[in-house]
Each structure stands twice: as structure tokens, then as C-alpha cells.
């Protein structure tokens, strides 16, 4: 079958002699919401620009190992056919184009799916986030934090993406507007869009994902599932800020051998 | 008065036809960010293929070729010479630029040689006389065709999906690509816009009363540079305010030459400059040009 959903396999990226990536694997079954998490540096961001194919923007390449959705290969691909093929990032920081209307943020977003779906796309946005629909002839570089996040993620959803790839949506927001947007993702999972989920908000990500990879210095270190990885010492210190002197001892013991979960098959 | 209006209603008409001009050069600085210097010797060109295929095909046609002629110059350029730059530094493309100019030029200037090449174009040196002001027909049709062509490009730069993905790439090149745009298609397609505005520039800086396509009229295009620079270089109402502002200025300065002569001649020349000088003394940024999200 080759793998259902999105499979990274073996993924090594360099920018220039930096080698960002080594060997990392994960894959984003259809309809699942998947996280990764890791610190700043840690290559969270460079994992999602390969896979969007905008590595070169920042001067990296892939050096090795593929990305395929449903079995197509997605690697060597220009943007824009990875938008067609159904994977759509809303990128780090926002990124809305501030000098233009909401709308014509919206229209922008629609420029890489089909024409047929704008505006089922539209409805469909402007139902998610009924302060787009109020706001689509301001400029989007005037609205709140919180706001611009929703425009950026109804921006990528209007393509119509079957993969939706989240760099760090919590980032700078207030924590009710970070609970919203997390609200928001569970519910455009639950309609059908899997979900790629970068984070530095551990214990945000944790709740919405099922399953959860653990990056550090361009390695995958940790995964499994959400709940099992939340529960685990190495993740509750590290990444939830639970002090805990017992594991503590217990992680500085191990910390030199590196852990892995089991597989999860589910 | 008379002649103030007269000067006046000249350098209106001058003026849209250098909006022309820094119009497509505004528009290939937002999709690319590149200065483009080889802008005159695009607009040299489209003037070249009117001037040299109305006498077999007709006036209208040999426009159309001509318009047709210098977008496919500019896409030439883009295809052949910017996109193997890409990722370059804008400045270093914007020098490279300026070596596609001059091969341009010369071998325009060779093929044209000495000659002073018509336009055929139907005007003629027919005047319209209003009570005590006479107006070219030259000079009206030259400011309804800017006129239009202006007001059709904000159109499609404002609502069509074309225009979004200019203006997206303009703002964020690496975020319009994640949204699906495609960069090179862009820049492609400003190219290509801004060789056919040229052409048509080319053709109201030829006619009546100028004689005819010669070596200088690119000199005359690059009165553009002052227009699109002091109306602040990514901004399109800046390059239309420059644009009138400049063949105005120009119009005036040349008009009124007689009453000035203690500056010496050639003063209609030297104002663009000047005025362009003295707005970027008081904006640098240009009239439009700041990065304030008040504008447009």
C-alpha cells in the first residue's frame, strides 16, 4: 500500500554544511492529528519546509530520503504542486499578507486548490471563523494576534488541503485565543483534514494530537502515542515543566541511552 | 493663459505617458524586487517593430505587433537572463539589468542607425482648437489610451486572481509560494506587462509633435526613472502621480523656457530630475513609497 496519509521517510536536509535533518520519520495518517515537538532549533520548522518545498527560500535541501501523500511522491515537487497535491502550511509567525483585505488574503489562499471549491472553501472558513466574514474588506495587518492566526489557518484551509501542516499556531497568542484556535483544529480534524502539528506548546499539543513525535537536534528522539508520551517521565520534564525529583534522577540515569517507544500500531 | 492651459493640458498627456512607463517599472520592482534598468530599450523595442511593420501591415496591426513585440522581450529577459540569477542579491540583478540594456540598445540603435523612423499612426499633426487653446489630437489620444490602459491594469490588479497573486508575491514571495503561486509565472508575467505598456509609450513619445522613433527616444523614456522613483518605487499611484507629475513639470520648465533663459537651456530635460531631487529631499521614501499600512 505504501503508507495512507503523509509518510516522511528518512529525511536528511542541510543548508549548506548545516545538516538540519538526519534521518527522520513520521507519518500522518488520514485523519489524524499529528505533533511534533522539540525546542527552539531543533528543526521542527525545516522538517514542515520540506515537506512544503520551500527549503530553498532559506538556502536547505533535501540531501536524502522521500515525503509521499497516499503512496505520491511529494519530493522534488515546486510548491505550488504540493499545494495541488492536498498539503497546505500555514507558516510560522502568520505571515498574512498585512497590506491586503481579509478577502483577498482569502483569495490568495484559494489560488493553489481547484477553482471548483472556493466557494464551498469560503463558506466553509467563514463558518470556522465568523470574524473573517466580518472583517473581509479590513486590512489584515490591522487585526489582533489571534485573528491573524485564524486568517492564516482559513488562508490554508482554503486550498482545500487533505494535509494541513501547523507551524507553532500558539505562538505569541493569549491563552484563551490558543485554546480557541486549538478548538478550532480538533474541529477541522473532525471534518476530515489530517493535521501536522509543530509545537513548543507541549502540553497544548499533546491534548489534540493522538500521536507524538519528539524532535531534538534534527533527530527524531522520542514517539508514540499523545497519551503515552505525556505520561512518560522524559516528555513531563523536558516539555510540560512537571518538576518531578524522581523522574529527574530516573531521566539523568537513562538520558545517556536513547529511548524510543514502541510502535504504535493502532 | 491660453498657453498656461495649453502648457498645462500638454503635460497632463506627457505626464500619462510617463505613468505608462513607470507603471510596468513599479510593477516589476513589487513581483521581483529588481530596479529594472533595461526598462528604455524594452520600450525602444516595441517602438522599433510599429515603426518598421506599419508600412506592410497597417498601423493598428503593427501596434499590436509591437506591443506584442515587447512583452515578448521582456518575458525574453526574464526567461533567459533574471530567472538563472534567481535567488541572487536584488542588487546584483538590478546591475545585470542594466548590462541587458545596453546590449538591447546597441543592436537597436544599429538597426535604426541615423534614420527617424514614422509611426503611421492616423493622427497626423492635426490640431483641435478650443477658443484660444489648440490641443495635437496626438496628445488626446495619447492621455485616453494611458488613461484606459492605466485604469484596466489597477482593475485586474485589484480583482482578478492574476492581480492577487502579484500582490502576494510582492509582499511575501516565500509565503505566496506555500499559498500555491507560482513565482516564476509572476515575474514572467510582470516582464511581459511591462514591455506592453512600454510599447504603447513608446508610441505617444514618437508621434506628433516629435518626429518620429529615433536613437534619443530612449533618452526620453527614462524620464520614467524620476516619475516611478519620487512616487515611491513599489507603489502604483505613486508611478501615475510621478508619471504627471514629471511631464508636467517637464512641460512647463519647456514652455516657459523663454522667461528662464538666465538657467541656461535645455531646463524641460533637467526638471524631472530636479523635482525628483527635491520630493526625495522631503520623503525618501517617495510620495507613496512608506512601508505604512495606510496605504495603498
Given at each position: 500500500?505504501?503508507?495512507?496519509?503523509?509518510?516522511?521517510?528518512?529525511?536528511?536536509?542541510?543548508?549548506?554544511?548545516?545538516?538540519?535533518?538526519?534521518?527522520?520519520?513520521?507519518?500522518?495518517?488520514?485523519?489524524?492529528?499529528?505533533?511534533?515537538?522539540?525546542?527552539?532549533?531543533?528543526?521542527?520548522?525545516?522538517?514542515?519546509?520540506?515537506?512544503?518545498?520551500?527549503?530553498?527560500?532559506?538556502?536547505?535541501?533535501?540531501?536524502?530520503?522521500?515525503?509521499?501523500?497516499?503512496?505520491?511522491?511529494?519530493?522534488?515537487?515546486?510548491?505550488?504542486?504540493?499545494?495541488?497535491?492536498?498539503?497546505?502550511?500555514?507558516?510560522?509567525?502568520?505571515?498574512?499578507?498585512?497590506?491586503?483585505?481579509?478577502?483577498?488574503?482569502?483569495?490568495?489562499?484559494?489560488?493553489?486548490?481547484?477553482?471548483s471549491g472556493r466557494t464551498t472553501a469560503l463558506d466553509r472558513v467563514h463558518e470556522l471563523f465568523p470574524v473573517l466574514a466580518e472583517r473581509s474588506g479590513q486590512r489584515a495587518g490591522l487585526l489582533s494576534g489571534g485573528e491573524q492566526?485564524?486568517?492564516?489557518?482559513?488562508?490554508?484551509?482554503?486550498?482545500?488541503?487533505?494535509?494541513?501542516?501547523?507551524?507553532?499556531?500558539?505562538?505569541?497568542?493569549?491563552?484563551?485565543?490558543?485554546?480557541?484556535?486549538?478548538?478550532?483544529?480538533?474541529?477541522?480534524?473532525?471534518?476530515?483534514?489530517?493535521?501536522?502539528?509543530?509545537?513548543?506548546?507541549?502540553?497544548?499539543?499533546?491534548?489534540?494530537?493522538t500521536r507524538a513525535y519528539v524532535l531534538e537536534v534534527g533527530e527524531v528522539t522520542l514517539s508514540g502515542p499523545a497519551a503515552e508520551l505525556a505520561a512518560s517521565d522524559e516528555v513531563r520534564r523536558?516539555?510540560?515543566?512537571?518538576?518531578d525529583e524522581d523522574a529527574a534522577a530516573d531521566a539523568e540515569q537513562t538520558g545517556a541511552t536513547r529511548r524510543t517507544l514502541t510502535r504504535w500500531k493502532g | 493663459m491660453s498657453t498656461f492651459a495649453e502648457i498645462l493640458l500638454n503635460g497632463v498627456s506627457l505626464g500619462s505617458v510617463y505613468a505608462l512607463i513607470a507603471l510596468g517599472f513599479v510593477v516589476i520592482f513589487r513581483a521581483t524586487e529588481v530596479?529594472?534598468?533595461?526598462?528604455?530599450?524594452?520600450?525602444?523595442?516595441g517602438g522599433y517593430v510599429t515603426a518598421t511593420l506599419h508600412d506592410d501591415i497597417?498601423?493598428?496591426?503593427?501596434?499590436?505587433?509591437?506591443?506584442?513585440g515587447a512583452a515578448l522581450v521582456g518575458a525574453a529577459v526574464e526567461f533567459l537572463v533574471m530567472r538563472r540569477y534567481r535567488g541572487a542579491d536584488h542588487s546584483v540583478l538590478a546591475i545585470v539589468t542594466i548590462g541587458?540594456?545596453?546590449?538591447?540598445?546597441?543592436?537597436?540603435?544599429?538597426?535604426i542607425g541615423t534614420d527617424v523612423l514614422v509611426m503611421g499612426d492616423p493622427w497626423g499633426d492635426a490640431?483641435?482648437?478650443?477658443?484660444?487653446?489648440?490641443?495635437?489630437?496626438?496628445?488626446?489620444?495619447?492621455?485616453v489610451a494611458a488613461a484606459l490602459l492605466i485604469t484596466a491594469f489597477l482593475?485586474?490588479?485589484?480583482?482578478?486572481?492574476?492581480?492577487?497573486?502579484?500582490?502576494?508575491?510582492?509582499?511575501?514571495?516565500?509565503?505566496?509560494?506555500?499559498?500555491?503561486?507560482?513565482?516564476?509565472?509572476?515575474?514572467?508575467?510582470?516582464?511581459?506587462?511591462?514591455g506592453g505598456l512600454a510599447a504603447v509609450a513608446a508610441l505617444f513619445l514618437t508621434v506628433f509633435p516629435t518626429p518620429g522613433l529615433e536613437r534619443a527616444t530612449s533618452l526620453a523614456a527614462l524620464k520614467a526613472f524620476p516619475a516611478a522613483i519620487l512616487g515611491g518605487l513599489d507603489s502604483t499611484t505613486g508611478a501615475l502621480v510621478g508619471g504627471l507629475l514629471v511631464g508636467i513639470t517637464e512641460s512647463l520648465a519647456t514652455g516657459y523656457q523663454s522667461d528662464l533663459t538666465f538657467l541656461g537651456r535645455g531646463l524641460g530635460d533637467l526638471a524631472p530630475y530636479l523635482v525628483m531631487v527635491a520630493i526625495l529631499l522631503i520623503r525618501p521614501a517617495g510620495l507613496f513609497g512608506t512601508k505604512e499600512l495606510a496605504r495603498v
Open positions: 500500500m505504501g503508507g495512507s496519509g503523509l509518510v516522511v521517510q528518512d529525511l536528511s536536509v542541510g543548508y549548506g554544511p548545516v545538516r538540519a535533518l538526519r534521518r527522520v520519520s513520521l507519518e500522518v495518517p488520514e485523519g489524524a492529528v499529528v505533533t511534533v515537538l522539540g525546542s527552539n532549533g531543533a528543526g521542527k520548522s525545516t522538517l514542515l519546509r520540506a515537506i512544503s518545498r520551500t527549503l530553498s527560500f532559506h538556502g536547505g535541501a533535501v540531501t536524502e530520503g522521500s515525503v509521499n501523500l497516499n503512496g505520491r511522491r511529494l519530493d522534488g515537487l515546486a510548491p505550488d504542486r504540493v499545494v495541488a497535491a492536498g498539503v497546505s502550511q500555514v507558516p510560522e509567525g502568520r505571515r498574512v499578507f498585512a497590506r491586503m483585505t481579509v478577502a483577498d488574503n482569502l483569495r490568495a489562499g484559494a489560488l493553489g486548490g481547484d477553482r492566526q485564524m486568517l492564516a489557518v482559513a488562508r490554508a484551509l482554503m486550498a482545500t488541503p487533505r494535509v494541513l501542516l501547523l507551524d507553532e499556531p500558539s505562538l505569541g497568542l493569549a491563552p484563551l485565543m490558543a485554546e480557541r484556535i486549538a478548538d478550532t483544529v480538533r474541529e477541522i480534524n473532525a471534518q476530515g483534514t489530517s493535521v501536522l502539528l509543530v509545537e513548543q506548546n507541549a502540553a497544548l499539543a499533546l491534548r489534540l494530537a523536558r516539555y510540560l515543566g512537571v518538576v | 530596479v529594472n534598468f533595461a526598462h528604455a530599450s524594452l520600450l525602444l523595442a497597417g498601423f493598428w496591426p503593427a501596434l499590436l505587433a509591437g506591443i506584442a541587458v540594456d545596453i546590449l538591447l540598445t546597441t543592436e537597436l540603435t544599429r538597426r490640431v483641435l482648437k478650443l477658443g484660444s487653446i489648440s490641443l495635437a489630437h496626438t496628445r488626446i489620444a495619447a492621455f482593475l485586474a490588479f485589484r480583482y482578478t486572481s492574476w492581480g492577487v497573486a502579484m500582490r502576494a508575491a510582492a509582499e511575501s514571495p516565500e509565503t505566496a509560494a506555500l499559498m500555491g503561486v507560482r513565482l516564476g509565472r509572476v515575474s514572467l508575467g510582470a516582464w511581459a506587462v511591462a
